[in-house]
C-alpha cells in the first residue's frame, strides 16, 4: 500500500521506515529540513538501536522517502499521524496542537480519499472531535486510531512485531484498510483488538498508569525497606513469583522518566478533571510524588556518602538517558540527580553511552566524560542512575584503581554487592540495608 506518515520524530520515523519494511511504499514528512535530509541519507537522528541499519536497508529499495512538502503525501491509502504531545507549560495537561496542526495539513493537501490514522498518545475525546473536522472539511478523509506501544530500545521489533495491534474505527472499511497494512504481523500471530474511538485512546495511558504505578509501588516498599533495615530486593522477588503480581516491572531505584510515562500519567489526571472523574485517578498523583522522591533520596545517599556535605567533592554520575539503550533525555532522573548534587556543591562528572551530545545542549553547566573511568577519575563517590550493560559489567578492582574513595550508590539495584563491597567498596543502594 501507500503509506504517509506525518511527524519523523522518534515514533515517526521507526514507523516509516518500519512500514517500508513491512513491504509498504511509504513517504515520510516533517517540517524540519535538517531532519529529513538525515533521514534521507539513512542518518538516524536519534539513538534507537536496529534503526540505522532499517533506514539504510528500506531506502535502497526505494520503498521509503521523506520530505518536506507535505503535497507529497497525496495519493497514499493510509496516513499516520505520529507527531508529539508534550505536557503543556505550567499545566499537566497534554498539548494536542502538534496533531491539530497535521490534521489541518492534510485536509488542506490530501486531495485522494484516504484513512488518516492517528498514533499519538492523546486525552480521550480528541479523536471524535478531530473526525467530525474531516466529516466537515474533508469527508474524502475518513479518521481511525491506532496506539502506539513502542519501547524505546526496542523500538523497531514493537513496530513490525508487535505485542498487540488496537485499532479505533467507525466503519468496516477502516478496519479493512488497517488490517491490510498491517497484514504481515498479524499474520504472524499479533492479536488485534478492534474498539471505539475513546477505548483507543484510553489503551496507552490506562498501561502507562499501571506501570507507573507498579514502578512506584516497588519504590514506596523500598521507602519502608530503609526505615525497617530489609531489602527491597529479595521482597520484590518473593512477591513476584505471584502469577497475580509478577517480576516484571518491580525494580526498585531511581523511578520513571522520559518522554512518555511522567506526561502521560500527568495529562490522564488532567482529562479525568475535565470529565468529572478525577477522583478515579488521584492515587496517581501519589505515584508521580513517589517517583519524584526517589530523586531526593539518591541526592540524600550522595551527601551521605561524603560525609554529609557535598561541597568539593567530586562525584562520578554513570547514566544520562533516562533508560538504556536510548539517547532520551527527558525528564531524565539521571541528569536531574545531577544537577541537584551540583547545585549543592558537587564537583559532578557525567558520563553516557549515548546521550552524551543531548546531556550538553540541555545541561552544558555539568561536565562531561566518555568512559566510566574517566568520569570516576578522582571521584570520592560513584552513583549509577542509568543501568547500561557496560556499567552492569564494570571490574569494581579496576574502577577503584581510579577513583579517591570507593564509595558507590546504585540507584537502579543492578550490581552485585557483594562484588563491591569485596573490592573494598562502600556500597548503598535504595531500599537496601546498609551493610
Not at 512506584?216 to 531489602?231: K, P, R, T, Y
Not at 557535598?310 to 538504556?324: D, Y
Not at 552544558?364 to 570516576?376: F, R
Request: with cysteine.
Amino acid at each position: 500500500m501507500r503509506v504517509g506518515v506525518v511527524g519523523c520524530g522518534y515514533l515517526g520515523a521507526v514507523h516509516a521506515a518500519s512500514m517500508a519494511e513491512l513491504g509498504h511504499e511509504v513517504v515520510g514528512h516533517d517540517v524540519d529540513a535538517d531532519k529529513v535530509a538525515r533521514l534521507s541519507a539513512a542518518q538516524a537522528p536519534f539513538f534507537e538501536p536496529g534503526l540505522g541499519e532499517l533506514l539504510e536497508r528500506t531506502l535502497t529499495t526505494g520503498r521509503l522517502s521523506f520530505s518536506t512538502d507535505p503535497a507529497d503525501l497525496d495519493g497514499a491509502e493510509v496516513v499516520f499521524v505520529c507527531v508529539g504531545t508534550p505536557q503543556r507549560a505550567g499545566e499537566l495537561a497534554a498539548d494536542t496542537s502538534f496533531v491539530d496542526a497535521a490534521v489541518a495539513a492534510l485536509v488542506e493537501h490530501l486531495r485522494s480519499p484516504a484513512l488518516v490514522v492517528g498514533k499519538s498518545t492523546v486525552p480521550v475525546g480528541t479523536a471524535a472531535r478531530l473526525a467530525a473536522v474531516l466529516e466537515r472539511d474533508a469527508p474524502h478523509l475518513e479518521l481511525a486510531w491506532n496506539p502506539e506501544f513502542l519501547r524505546e530500545g526496542h523500538a523497531v521489533e514493537d513496530t513490525v512485531h508487535p505485542d498487540r495491534l488496537v485499532l479505533g474505527v467507525r466503519s468496516a472499511e477502516a478496519e479493512k484498510r488497517l488490517r491490510e497494512v498491517y497484514a504481515t504481523p498479524i499474520a504472524q500471530g499479533s492479536p488485534v483488538v478492534v474498539t471505539d474511538f475513546a477505548t483507543a485512546e484510553l489503551v496507552k495511558v490506562a498501561a502507562n498508569a499501571f506501570l507507573a504505578t507498579k514502578i512506584s509501588f516497588i519504590n514506596a516498599m523500598a521507602e519502608v525497606c530503609e526505615a525497617a533495615g530489609a531489602d527491597v530486593v529479595q521482597l520484590a522477588d518473593a512477591i513476584g513469583y505471584d502469577d497475580r503480581i509478577g517480576r516484571r516491572f518491580l525494580n526498585a531505584g531511581l523511578g520513571f522518566g522520559g518522554g512518555c510515562l511522567p506526561k502521560d500519567i500527568r495529562a490522564f489526571m488532567a482529562r479525568a478533571g475535565e470529565l468529572g472523574a478525577d477522583q478515579a485517578l488521584t492515587f496517581l498523583r501519589e505515584v508521580d510524588a513517589i517517583n519524584m522522591r526517589r530523586r531526593s533520596r539518591m541526592v540524600d545517599l550522595a551527601r551521605e556518602a561524603c560525609g554529609g556535605s557535598l561541597i568539593g567533592h567530586k562525584v562520578a554520575v554513570l547514566g544520562a538517558a533516562f533508560k538504556p539503550h536510548s539517547d532520551d533525555i527527558r525528564d531524565s532522573p539521571a541528569l536531574n540527580v545531577a544537577a541537584q548534587v551540583q547545585l549543592q556543591g558537587g564537583d559532578v562528572v557525567v558520563t553516557d553511552p549515548a546521550a552524551l551530545e543531548n546531556a550538553r545542549r540541555l545541561y552544558p553547566g555539568l561536565a562531561y566524560a566518555d568512559t566510566a573511568e574517566e568520569a570516576a577519575t578522582g571521584a570520592d563517590v560513584v552513583l549509577l542512575l542509568t543501568e547500561w550493560p557496560q556499567y552492569r559489567a564494570l571490574d569494581p578492582a579496576a574502577l577503584g584503581a581510579v577513583v579517591r574513595r570507593r564509595h558507590l550508590v546504585d540507584g537502579r539495584n543492578a550490581l552485585d554487592p557483594a562484588a563491591w563491597r569485596d573490592a573494598g567498596w562502600t556500597y548503598r543502594a535504595l531500599g537496601r540495608p546498609v551493610v
